[in-house]
Antibody, heavy 118, light 106 residues
Framework: EVQLVESGGGIVQPGRSMKLSCAAS????????MAWVCQAPKKGLEWVATISHDGSSTHYRDSVKGRFTISRDNAKSTLYLEMDSLKSEDTATYYCARLYGYNWFAYWGQGTLVTVSS | DTVLTQSPALAVSPGERVTVSCRASKSVSTGMHWYQQKPGQQPKLLIYGASNLDSGVPARFSGSGSGTDFTLTIDPVEADDTATYFCQQSWNDPLTFGSGTKLEIK
């Protein structure tokens, strides 16, 4: 069974950093591109970043470019999102997702809530 | 960015047929996918590539469309289908989602 378990969320002050992790199991992690998707409270979904199966290629939405870094450790089957210079508008639940085919999100984790507030 | 427009809410009775629409601001070919999100849960893939049912999804769900106009159909609707339904396109960068359609079962 595919499982994606996020961790690392919490309350953080504006301008500070936070690192999210996503532990994957039930599939061969290094075969799949992975992504982070966020959802602000009571709002819709927004793609944040994508990383290729081998970590050689990354893509970001414009609003997080230069502030967020997606990475992976295939030996540990773990996906990461390092978030710097956090802003109040980054407040959201962050989901880890496994991509498939032509970039649809085949599996999702349960999400971890990040609250940026002073 | 490709904007995906969905109607905000629908209400139907069990046993009825419901269609959820998604219109793209520019062509996405068949790069359209549908997700179901129940309250307090993560989204779940229903349909990929506009019309392909994901494994384990009941055949009551179907998808159609290409280009800019897409539809998710549930027939017949059941009480358990209460959820918000999101469309997502992957044809154009960046990947974008619709704002979601909240489905209420009367």
């Amino acid at each position: 069974e595919v499982q994606l378990v996020e961790s690392g969320g919490g309350i953080v002050q504006p301008g500070r950093s936070m690192k999210l992790s996503c532990a994957a199991s039930g599939f061969t992690f290094n075969n799949y591109d992975m992504a982070w998707v966020c959802q602000a409270p009571k709002k819709g979904l927004e793609w944040v970043a994508t990383i290729s199966h081998d970590g050689s290629s990354t893509h970001y939405r414009d609003s997080v470019k230069g502030r967020f870094t997606i990475s992976r450790d295939n030996a540990k089957s773990t996906l990461y999102l390092e978030m710097d210079s956090l802003k109040s508008e980054d407040t959201a639940t962050y989901y880890c997702a496994r991509l498939y085919g032509y970039n649809w999100f085949a599996y999702w984790g349960q999400g971890t809530l990040v609250t940026v507030s002073s | 960015d490709t904007v995906l427009t969905q109607s905000p809410a629908l209400a139907v009775s069990p046993g009825e047929r419901v269609t959820v629409s998604c219109r793209a601001s520019k062509s996405v070919s068949t790069g359209m996918h549908w997700y179901q999100q129940k309250p307090g849960q993560q989204p779940k893939l229903l349909i990929y590539g506009a019309s392909n049912l994901d494994s384990g999804v009941p055949a009551r769900f179907s998808g159609s469309g290409s280009g800019t106009d897409f539809t998710l159909t549930i027939d017949p609707v059941e009480a358990d289908d209460t959820a918000t339904y999101f469309c997502q396109q992957s044809w154009n960068d960046p990947l974008t989602f619709g704002s979601g359609t909240k489905l209420e079962i009367k």
